[in-house]
């Protein structure tokens, strides 16, 4: 089964910028989407976005459209979150996540999860 490992997480000033790594590890498999979700305190984990294997068919949660972009590396297996224009809001622990088919916006659709890295958004 795959494993995801996430990396880049760290502290950031509102305005800034901040790539997340996702990587899989062990078992792979083709053609899957990464789904990018995040986990605020006292917030329900919430969508942000999510990219196809092609990179076609994107899908951006409306709080980030627009700063947020999914680039990809497929010959490594990894996907990034691009973050900018950062926000005090966007502070959350971000999961990677991928699952088969195409993107989706419901957590419970997507199999295998990262283990979480923390964003911190100083004003």
């Known amino acids: 089964q795959v494993q995801l490992v996430e990396f880049g997480g760290g502290l950031v000033q509102a305005g800034g910028s901040l790539r997340l790594s996702c990587a899989a590890s062990?078992?792979?498999?083709?053609?899957?989407?990464m789904g990018w979700f995040r986990h605020a305190p006292g917030q329900k984990r919430e969508f942000v976005a999510a990219?196809?294997?092609?990179?076609?068919?994107?899908s951006y949660a409306n709080t980030v459209k627009g700063r947020f972009t999914t680039p990809r590396d497929n010959a490594k297996n990894t996907r990034y979150l691009q973050m900018n224009n950062l926000k005090p809001d966007d502070a959350a622990v971000y999961y990677c996540a991928a699952k088969n088919g195409g993107p989706a916006v419901e957590a419970g659709l997507y199999a295998y999860w990262g283990q979480g890295t923390q964003v911190t958004v100083s004003s």
């Open positions: 062990g078992r792979t498999f083709s053609r899957y989407t």
């Open positions: 990219i196809s294997w092609t990179g076609i068919i994107t």
